[in-house]
């Protein structure tokens, strides 16, 4: 379901939203508030997890405090409506739709838990958004934070950690833009086997040799290079 690129999203957008329960969602570059999206996402969450593609691409709203609040599992006992922004305006025919709370999910999990491929590029995500995102959406297999001014060599190491649920699940990782990476993270991504896409594209500080050379070694076998510091294997 694609809202992408709206100034402002209003109650009737999402609750079609709701209604809907789509498998993939895209938010991005739009005005959408913190609130509303919380909003949105813990009722996306019951009776299971529908959402599979989340996409937050430079939502201005969403700075690092406000995703580490979207990761963390939503309280036993939702707030109101109002809380979260979400007032009846007198312009929403779904009156009764706002008014009742429905069926609340109470079970004590990251409103993320089953998404499977995340856009996060632009934002001002930090590591510790990075370590409630390890714990809270383990079924990762796409991740997309290029231009993330803060991701950097410890980010790497992160999400290739042995603890790490995502140095076994990540297909697709897009770093491109990432200025803080440097050679020395490289030989990291061979710890996550089932990588099939590595876009490194734009990271200054990375060498094209010795992006070469991972793309030679692979995490396991070799890649191809079709643009200087962007890794694909064949699956």
Not at 86 to 102: A, L, N, S, V, Y
Not at 107 to 120: D, K, P, W, Y
Not at 190 to 204: A, E, G, H, K, T
């Amino acid at each position: 379901m694609d809202l992408s690129r709206r100034k402002s999203l209003t109650p009737p957008m999402l609750s079609g939203v709701v209604r809907r329960q789509p498998r993939a969602l895209d938010l991005s570059w739009t005005g959408v508030s913190k609130k509303q999206l919380m909003w949105l996402l813990n009722r996306l969450q019951a009776p299971l997890p529908a959402l599979r593609l989340l996409d937050l691409r430079w939502i201005e709203d969403v700075k690092d405090s406000q995703l580490r609040e979207l990761l963390l599992p939503p309280p036993d006992t939702k707030p109101g409506d109002d809380d979260y922004g979400m007032e009846h305006t007198g312009q929403d025919d779904d009156t009764e739709f706002w008014e009742k709370p429905g069926d609340w999910q109470t079970e004590s999990r990251g409103r993320l838990q089953g998404v499977a491929e995340l856009r996060l590029a632009g934002l001002e995500l930090t590591d510790a958004s990075l370590r409630l995102l390890l714990r809270h959406a383990p079924q990762l297999s796409a991740l997309d934070l290029s231009h993330c001014a803060h991701v950097g060599d410890p980010s790497v190491h992160l999400l290739t950690a042995p603890t790490s649920p995502l140095r076994e699940t990540l297909v697709h990782l897009n770093l491109a833009g990432c200025h803080r990476l440097t050679d020395h993270c490289l030989p990291l991504f061979r710890r996550c086997p089932r990588l099939r896409r590595l876009d490194l594209r734009s990271c200054r500080q990375l060498s094209p040799e010795a992006c070469a050379r991972l793309a030679a070694a692979g995490p396991p076998g070799p890649f191809r290079c079709p643009e200087e510091k962007l890794l694909l294997k064949d699956s």
